[in-house]
């Protein structure tokens, strides 16, 4: 009794620093974004990326890349959490789908773009391929983690459909992963070219309240059924004291 109640404290502390970092990332996220936006000179938010906070040419990058940074790694978390929670076959792919995307948000962090793209200037840079390596980079990477993002939220809402504890969170998971898939597509068209800051911004929303509610989930989850199974699988059942009778 005294190792089961020990091994369940120490899961429970587990589950708990796995998901406290994705609901806190998601928080710093959010602010990095406000701030730098509203500190940067000659940014409009309905027009221009984020990743321009981040810029080689930005006034105060380190705020983006730290709030990039902080997210991606949270993600990561909630992945790694998800993981050891989700035990079934598709729940694994899901989760490790997840941990991929935060992954891809901790590059895009790292691989900043030379300037900020809503500037003509660097549009001519980049017509002309007067770019480094990392700005490219930072294109490829950002757009890989967008479908990624998307395709994750898909599979954790057919992850969790055998997990009770989790079912109802299906819905939601399977209306963000659409919405980040479909809002990416029409960012990445020409339709709406004035508004793709408003477009990429409603895409972090959406990730960004996805992932704290799974991290909180995660976080308040009673793991107690979990851990009946743990034990079941790794004590013995106890042998039967034999039966002395007397002739």
Known sequence: MVAWLAEWSRRRKLFAWLAA???????????????AGAIQDRY???????????????????????????????????????FAVLEDRMGRIASFAVLLSG???VVVGMMRHDCGVQLPSCSVRVSMGEVSGYH????????????????AQLLIS???????AWRYLRLPSSISGV???????????????????????T????????????????FRLDIRGHQLSWLARRVPAETPAPVLTSR
Do not use: C, K
Request: net charge negative.
């Open 21 to 35: 970092p994705s609901i806190v990332g998601a928080l710093v996220f959010t602010t990095g974004w406000l701030v």
């Open 44 to 82: 409009d938010p309905r027009s221009d990326y984020i990743s321009s906070l981040a810029a080689v040419d930005a006034a105060n990058p380190w705020i983006m890349i730290t709030a990039m940074v902080a997210f991606g790694v949270g993600v990561m978390s909630l992945g790694a959490g998800l």
């Open 103 to 105: 992954l891809g948000v």
């Open 136 to 151: 490219a980079v930072h294109d490829v990477a950002a757009g890989l983690t967008f479908v990624l993002a998307g395709i």
């Open 158 to 164: 057919r992850g969790v459909r055998r997990h009770d």
């Open 179 to 201: 919405l980040t898939l479909v809002l990416f597509t029409l960012m990445t068209s020409d339709l709406l070219p004035e508004w793709v800051g408003v477009i990429q911004r």
């Open 203 to 218: 895409i972090a929303i959406v990730a960004s309240i996805w992932v704290s509610a799974l991290g909180v989930h995660l």
